[in-house]
């Protein structure tokens, strides 16, 4: 638990590092200029909407298969990178329709990753939606863990449809004129340094919620015993 | 069903509900021939304990076993115990002889349940729908839903409840003829039915 | 197993055929909605893809309003235990499931002749077409018996079903509407959707089997 609380306490020197680096030391990109700047926080933003989902239901996986108890509050777990989740989600459509204007003129156009961002939005809000509906009840834990899990098989399916519904206009086939992802050695190192120390930002988050969960559940036991 | 003799453990049962214990570290066992009732005032737990010991809740902590030869899994515990309480509804839009032909799990059942609505006084309202029932006949109603598949274990959570005389009467007969070759479980507070049982479990 | 499904069906039939209140408000609901739009619509016929997706809103709100009422119903009426004692999980799951089906059926019986007849639409692809309502309507009531199930165990609040069956229902709502355009226009019929139809369910169908009994049974 100590080395955790430490490790992800290097999120203090890496945000500042990855913001510096995106606005000072990495160049602008060819066709997209400046505005491209806005990658180094799109990216790891979106990378961390995903990663936050996909542990959450593994949390639910694990919730459900684990009869016995062993693992402690895995469905708090699950929750908990799922608040996380709903947020960088938010940022990302956010961030995203930012650059969206800036480079193709519109906010918005259903193109296969805004859909794919869209319809994990619409995940999280179901699942929230359920949660809040059983404030008080035994069952939260494990009917958020199903719906959690439900949800997620029906991912690949998306995966197969979105693109054959609505054409790409995503940077990679177009950031560049030869229609292929080029990012010079200072951008790629940039970009590296920035989904780190967003990632390194979801641990130190996921971290401080889940000692927050155990110190109210804690809290709660004593001041039943106190009276 | 094997003809084997039953019996039930409990070890260290607690239940918390959120932050509250509701009870803890309950040990109680029974056997065939044997039974058991369960008191204790309003709010002390009869009804979680009972559906520890059917298998319906799980404990937070100890666990619960039912032993016939071999230790039957928890998932078939329901086809071996004959289950009631203030909380088993029968269905509204259904008659009595619909419901019991819907509980009714052996091909004998339906002969037995002609019996039970006789000895039980229902035979007259078997056609009638159970929204139109009174609660004394629902209550009877529930109980030869719990004796219907003539199951080794019987646990009724307060079975008199609602009862005129004459159905206590009838329902403690009931008991008192089957008491040998079952293990009977009740969670009461009338004393009447604390003394058809051998022991006593008092809990709060 | 069969026996108890058997039993349960029985039941739910019996319980559902006497108060009809389920199916009364789909229905109804179907028949409303598909007379304001041709009502608003002042006879004017609408492009075939519009069309599909018109008809595949109306399906989905009405299977919305009847769906989640199979396990709603237990939790209201309180004999939710009562099942619990006398049907094992698995059969209960199996026999919503069958139920749920054939609600869909009825459901789908009810709109698609009516939208034909107030919508002017004309069918090219019939074959395709019923194909691609059964279908779509299969998909549908297979993945959200185990939602019906998680609503009436959270209380059965108000819309709460309709919002945690969108996300689920959305790539079967999408290849429906496609597939449905299809055999509305001159368009190939592509058995592609099908295909797809029916891995979807036959996947989703199977999860769900498998986590019913963390719904179904309480802790």
């Excluded at chain 1, 593994?58 to 929750?79: E, Q």
């Excluded at chain 3, 297979?142 to 199930?149: E, K, S, Y």
């Excluded at chain 3, 609040?157 to 969108?166: A, E, N, P, R, Y």
Aim: with cysteine; hydrophobic share 50%.
């Amino acid at each position: 638990m100590k080395a955790i609380s430490a490790a992800v306490k290097s999120v203090y020197i890496l945000m500042p590092a990855a913001i510096v680096m995106a606005f000072l030391w990495a160049p602008p990109a060819q066709v997209l200029g400046d505005s491209s700047r806005i990658m180094y926080f799109h990216v790891p933003i979106a990378w961390v909407s995903i990663l936050a989902f996909i542990v959450s239901g593994i949390a639910s996986i694990l919730f459900l298969a684990d009869r016995k108890g062993s693992f402690a509050r895995l469905d708090g777990i699950a929750y908990n990178s799922a608040e996380i989740g709903l947020v960088f989600t938010v940022l990302t459509v956010i961030t995203g329709s930012i650059w969206a204007r800036i480079s193709w003129g519109v906010f918005w156009n259903w193109d296969p990753r805004e859909t794919s961002i869209v319809i994990i939005l619409l995940i999280y809000i179901a699942y929230f939606s359920i949660q809040g509906a059983m404030a008080h009840n035994d069952n939260r834990g494990r009917i958020g863990s199903a719906y959690l899990i439900l949800a997620m098989i029906t991912l690949p399916f998306f995966a197969f449809l979105v693109p054959r519904i609505y054409p790409s206009l995503h940077p990679d086939p177009i950031i560049n004129a030869d229609r292929t992802i080029f990012l010079d050695d200072r951008m790629r190192s940039t970009l590296a340094v920035a989904i780190v120390s967003f990632t390194v930002f979801y641990c130190n988050i996921l971290h401080i919620m889940n000692r927050m969960m155990k110190l109210q559940n804690h809290i709660e036991e004593n001041r039943h015993e106190a009276d | 069903m094997s003809t084997a003799p039953y019996s039930l453990t409990g070890e260290g049962l607690a239940k918390k509900f959120g932050r509250s214990a509701l009870f803890k570290g309950i040990c109680l066992s029974a056997a065939t021939g044997e039974s058991l009732s369960i008191t204790g005032p309003n709010g002390s737990g009869k009804s979680t304990l009972m559906k520890i010991l059917a298998g319906i809740q799980k404990p937070t902590a100890g666990n619960v076993d039912l032993v016939s030869g071999s230790s039957i899994e928890k998932t078939q515990w329901l086809s071996h115990i004959g289950y009631t309480g203030p909380l088993v509804n029968p269905y509204d839009e259904l008659t009595g002889l619909e419901n019991i032909a819907f509980a009714a799990r052996p091909a004998d059942a339906g002969e037995r349940a002609g019996r039970l609505l006789e000895t039980f006084g229902l035979g007259p309202h078997r056609d009638k729908k159970v929204k139109h029932y009174s609660s004394g006949m629902k209550q009877r109603l529930k109980l030869i839903l719990a004796f219907l598949n003539d199951p080794p274990v019987l646990m009724l959570d307060e079975p008199g409840m609602n009862l005129d005389s004459a159905g206590t009467a009838l329902l403690h007969s009931y008991l008192e003829s089957v008491r040998k070759e079952k293990i009977i479980i009740i969670a009461t507070n009338d004393p009447l039915e604390e003394q058809l049982c051998g022991r006593t479990i008092k809990l709060g | 197993m069969g026996k108890d499904i058997l039993r349960n069906l029985r039941k739910d039939f019996l319980v559902e055929f006497r108060s009809r209140f389920a199916l009364n408000v789909s229905a109804s609901f179907a028949a409303i909605v598909t007379i304001a739009i041709s009502l608003t619509a002042g006879g004017v016929p609408f492009p075939a893809n519009v069309q599909a997706i018109i008809l595949w809103i109306i399906i989905f709100f009405s299977a919305m309003n009847g769906l989640s009422h199979i396990f709603v119903r237990e939790e209201d009426q309180g004999t939710a235990l009562f099942l619990r004692t006398a049907v094992d999980v698995d059969s209960v799951f199996v026999s919503k499931f069958i139920f749920n089906q054939a609600f869909m059926a009825v459901i789908l019986a009810v709109v698609t002749p009516l939208y034909l007849f107030f919508l002017q639409v004309r069918v090219v692809h019939a074959a395709h077409f019923i194909f691609s309502i059964a279908a779509g309507g299969f998909s549908m009531a297979a993945a959200t018996t185990i939602l019906a199930a998680m609503v009436a165990k959270a209380g059965g609040k108000g819309s709460l079903f309709t919002i945690i069956s969108f996300p689920i229902l959305l790539p079967v709502l999408w290849i429906s509407v496609s597939s449905t355009s299809a055999a509305l226009n001159a368009a190939p019929p592509a058995g592609g959707s099908l295909l797809f139809l029916l891995a979807f369910s036959g996947f989703i169908s199977v999860i769900s089997f498998l986590l019913f009994r963390f719904i179904w049974l309480e802790d």
